[in-house]
């Protein structure tokens, strides 16, 4: 996830943090022997969450810092300090992709002092003994395993990844994050969620109660938005759905610095202002404002993904030779605070998001795709065109500002061919469209604009003759 303001975003996150954090009391650490108490009792003395995965971070619940429609992010807030560590215990997720990562107080990952990172993905978290991990060899989903999250500067150790970056002070708040990308059916409703267990320095141990708004609906279909009363936390994330939901907000703050329009390019860190940032992803973007009677193109060779086989949505062993990436998609979103997924309820109400992953995206013969982005009006025309995939502007802010944003997943050694290949994560972090599309070759999204008649006429071929 990234946003253009990491405090308004941080603020609110952080205010459910606490809503959902026991304060810390000394009275039961400082004794220095164990302590068996559990429940209630423990979490007062201990400063620990009052239940597991209180906060979730998808559009119905919480549009912001540009997620990802066929994803869903569960969160762990925590107090550093008491804590000594927070197992996890769960079973290999039956999906494209899972992660476990921490962060810390400024809403960033981190490495330890010798240098292990916050974050462990799919693949690399070994299996529990008589079980086997799918996405490190071919095997069914189920089978259990356990990630300890260690507090402490030198964590080692397989399946341990840090609980707050060094020298952190006792009393900050820290996060753990489960992500899951394309579940199988595209159902984040049957995600199991891992059972958490938090064990403190006054050797208490506590196996946290799955927080009930966890487990509401959330993804319903997309046929409508979960009724308020399910979306859990609803108070929590006011400030935010009210942002996204004004007619016109402020654009990030950028001054000099702010992209070039129509043209893809990898932000600088200091406009993107990366919040909560996925390890595993890297992003291009490019930002523009949709017009009257004319559609925009986006064409660019499709890396070879997981997509490509049927649901689309299990896991495959990583690294895999049959692939270049893990998962991408084309993701359209308001460009203004607090940065959220275009989401049009249509009048039938169902709903229309703004992102396509790879498994939804159509490819010509050569493997390239054409994404045709265009108000809901048009969707019907402009989709009848060959090898083209249609992606929404938004109904509520039909003439506000939108950024494109192209995710790519986990490449492979030769995609990414030692900062030589085409992947996103070898593009400079500097804003040039130039030198992104150098670095990319066929790969790069080229990004025209074309008028809406010649489109229907002529096809998307013809645009990018003509208005290339």
Known sequence: MRVGSVSFVGSVVLAVALATVAPTSSAVADQGVPVPVSGATARQSTGIPQCAWPLEAEPAKANFAYPDTDSTYWILPYQVGSITSIVINGKFTNARFFSIETYGANHDDFTSSNGVTSAIIDYQIAPNAGYKNPFIQTAKSGGKYQVTVQSG???SGQNVIPLAPPNTAAGSIGYVWFRVYLPKGGNFDKVVLPKVQINTTASTSVVL?????AKSPAHVGRAQAAPASKLGLQAGFNALKAGTQTQEGPPPICGGQCPIPMSFNRTIPSVSGAVFPNEANAYLSAVFTPRNKYVVLVRGKAPVTP???????????????????RYYSMCNDLWRRPEPVIVNTLPNGSVDD????????????????????ANENQKAAVSRK??????????????????LILRNMLPSDDFLDNGAGPAVQNVPQNQNPVQAAQQMGVYYPRMISCPLKFYLKNGPNACYSTYG
């Open 153 to 155: 500067n030198s964590v």
């Open 209 to 213: 109660k799955t927080c009930p708004s």
């Open 307 to 325: 997509g490509i086989y049927k649901p689309g949505t299990n896991p495959w062993p990583w690294p895999n030779a049959k692939f270049q990436l």
């Open 354 to 373: 703004g992102c396509r992953a790879d498994k939804n995206t159509k490819l010509n013969n050569d493997g390239y795709y054409t994404y045709v982005v």
């Open 386 to 403: 060959k090898n083209v995939t249609y992606v929404p502007t938004s109904l509520k802010t039909p003439h506000a500002p939108e950024a």
